[in-house]
């Protein structure tokens, strides 16, 4: 290709990029070069751009494609010296004629740096006692009794003590109205295990003092709801057997010490030190007392004004808690000798940490002086983080059209979504892809959210899977679908170990001569820009850890789920920090949502939750999605914008009502768009939306026939009998389908095929899997065997997923399996003349996996793992079938190994994984185990997502009966439940069980409360 290089650098940058371009191409002027060049070099002249890149860095190239013809490809640096185009403007100004950058929608960006700086003053006053000062010197080490951010909780409140909001800021405004003793008297300061007249400081504390003091005791840990055997305190977080509604619904006047730390009886010697001071307390010095003074003086100011938004609005809550974090782990991270440490005034000699050699580091007085500034100055770098950081922007693989018929849906996605974009902006976006397996889902989300953003801008998002081990092998699949490189998409796994085996197999595939199939093809080059972001006050706080510097800038990441969850419920401050941050500055992609566990969902609910009220757009991406799931969703995502909507937009909106979210179904039949404002309306639109799926999925020849199979094991008997029996079963199941769906190989003229055998639970695999290797196949045929599941070491696990990804790839040649070395050694080994390729795979196989097999078996769990497995059978080859490719046992191996029931009552088998449950009232207790009288026959005939996605109406449920009305009562149980006490109508009107369907609740069942789910429901 023939390139155009032209540099807008200045100062030291246009120096440092001459000598790189001069190394590739030959000057046409001062700041343009022009060569002939291979992809391969141009993508390393781009990363050594990128690798020396400043402020005053700004490079594009133009791809010279014709006489009159020219394509920006990408830039390296600021952007903002090209226009869309990459053309460079004739003349310029220093002034800023628009002044967007001035502009801020943030309606509450004054209480958030109010309350935050204001905490921070006061967050660590409980390290003035006798105890913390002893453990800093290293002449205490026993386990804390009381923890320095309770006794800094009961410092303030003895302050404020017996006065409103407005009194104890009047008498902190003036400097010298307040001495010590308001701080420390007897009577004021209530001190636990001593003289503490009540133990749950909160409450009759005034609004705004509450707020402060929530910040203050949280700034390490959330509080979490003690639990106690035989009287006695368990470990901190262990889960509580019982509920109590109030604690998601009023924790604050419940949280008492032993929510902070574990209640130890202690004598009285023994814990006066954990609250007698050892020196002054820094609200002595001068300096503290006049920067509590300044931030007094404005809230009363912002009080005269209006009320200060606090405990009632968790948008400043979270985000004030989030400045005072990320300012107190920066500071406390500075070294010595760091230009960026405050002065004190130094009269109380009470340190606040230490070196990493054990000496002290920073005074009191200065760390929360210091503490006070860093988050001043974050809450104020809040309205520009999300501009500093890394975009993808005139992506040509995003934006092109596509080629490929089968794919055009996502045209039509794309311009749905482009449409929606100005409402988005101010809106937010709830995206519903239901588009079917192997149809491109990947690739379209990205393109739906790229056609979402401001095309100037581009586009961040957050793909979070749900695999419970995420390899690289699974990230490069993902970063090829996108057609992305490695700067722009981030694949967030655990271990060192990962990379190094997925470097292994790289360097294989170099040996072998395939490694340029990994590489992008020159069409797919795009404009990327990489921002400035080491001098953002906000980044240059974050962005010191390098975990979190991975996590946050990487225009694109794909991670699993449990690295953003955290946003929304860690315990811990500092795991919460990054994944808040990202959820703040990129879109969310949920993908296979419907595939998680009931269990959780109060945690997922909870981050569509919070990426609504944080002002970020989601995607659930799945071709079964429950109708329940989704509205339950939308219900969150819109009670989250609630809240976005009350603190920042053009327009506050404090209310529920007149909350519009732009919505976007699409599928590979078309896309549909609405604005909803409440969840009626969006359960009427998904279901005219589902409608329309369905009846084009009838229309369609299937692909994945299904047909049940007979177990005839007879019950009571020892289970390695009943498992042998089993695999004879799944042996004589694989044969039939081998003899429907062989092809024939095209070198030896064999008989092969390649399927699946997926079964519920790893722990009889492993029998099935030995019987099977001993009973061999019958005369004429040769079964190879490859046993997958989830328990694998990390090394096994990733060169089995690296065989079976390379195996049962059938995407561009149908033949390109029988020239795979493993696989042409097998054939040519044995003289057999049908050979069966046979994976027996736990539930990992359903989900992750861009499988093409010929057939698959399955023992039964959920109607969902059905239609999942089918998505692996024929997945990239679209030739209906006639004959079943699908065999599904009509009975699991639970249902066989049962013991006798209890009391008349036989205990569930379709659970773990599964949708019965072990409830009293066995209303999720299905009567029978065989699915000849659990599932009609076109639910499972013909098998696709019409099951799951369109339900029978919901009077005509019937949970003990039928497979498929089990899931979809559990799911609406799950995320619309509401209690009668709720007051919100859906529209749906009153239950059976008297109950109304309302704007969003998760059930949370009494003795299986989450302690995490009760700790991030604390936060107001």
Known sequence: M????????????LTETRRILDQFAERRGDR??????TQAGLQTLRKLLRKTARKNTA????????????????????????????????????????????????????DIRLLAQLAALLHDLGKAVIAFQERLKGTRSERNLYRHEWVSLRLFLAFVQGVDDEGWLRRLADPDAFDEQLWIASGRYQRDGLDA??????????????????????????????AHKDGVQQWLGKRSRGFNSDWLEAPLPLIAHDWNEVLVPAERQRAEPYWNLAGPLPVVEPSWRAQAARLAKRLLDLRSRRAVRGLDDPYVMHLARLSLMLADHHYSSLPRESPQRVKGNGNTRLHANTDSDGKPKQFLDEHLLGVARGAGMIVHALPSFARALPRLAHHRGLRKRSADLRFSWQDKAADAAAALRDAAREHGAFVVNMASTGCGKTLANARILYALADPQRGMRATYALGLRTLTLQTGRSFRADLHLGEDELAIRVGGSASRALFEHYERQAEDRGSASAQHLIEEDSHVLYDGATSDHPLLSRALHDPDIRNLLSAPMLVCTIDHIVPATEALRAGRQIAPMLRLMSADLILDELDDYDLDDLPALTRLVHWA??????????????????????????????????ANRGATAAPSAEGIEVPCLWADEFGAQVATCTEGAGFAAEHAQFVEKRTGQLKKAKPLRRAELRALDIPKNQPKAAIRAEFARHVRDACMDLHADHAELDPVSGKRVSFGIVRMANIEPLFDVAQTLIALGAPEGARIHLCVYHARFPLVQRSAIEHLLDTTFNRRHDDDAVYRLPTVRAALDAHPEHDH?????????????RDWCADWAVAEPSSMRSLIQLAGRVRRHRAKPVDKPNVLVLDRNLRALERPEPKDGVPAPVF???GFERNDEGHRFRLRSVRLDRLLAPDEYRTLDALPRIRPRPESDWSSRERFVDLEQARIAAAMLRAATSAGVDRGGGARADGTRRGDLVVAIRPGCVDRRAVAAAAVP
């Not at 757009?617 to 969703?633: F, H, I, N």
């Not at 069966?836 to 992750?848: D, I, K, M, R």
């Open 2 to 13: 023939n390139v155009l290089l032209i540099s807008q650098c200045e100062k030291r940058a």
């Open 59 to 110: 490079v594009a190239c133009h791809w010279i494609r014709g006489v009159d013809h020219s394509e920006l490809m990408w830039i390296v640096g600021d952007a903002g010296r090209f226009n869309a185009e990459g053309a460079v403007p004739t003349n310029t100004t220093q002034r800023n004629v628009l002044r967007r950058d001035d502009e801020n929608d943030w309606h509450t960006l004054e």
């Open 612 to 645: 609504g009220m944080l002002g970020t757009r989601v995607v659930l991406s799945s071709a079964t999605l429950p109708p329940a799931l989704v509205e339950g969703m939308f219900l969150a995502y819109r009670a989250g914008r609630r809240h976005y909507r």
């Open 836 to 848: 069966l390729f046979v994976v027996l795979a736990s539930p990992v196989c359903e989900v992750g």
């Open 911 to 913: 659970i773990r994984p």
């Open 197 to 226: 007249v009540d133990r749950h400081p909160f409450r009759g504390v005034p609004p705004l003092a509450a707020a402060i003091a929530w910040l203050v005791v949280t700034h390490h840990r959330l509080p979490l709801v003690p």
């Open 32 to 37: 343009t070069w022009q060569t002939p060049i």
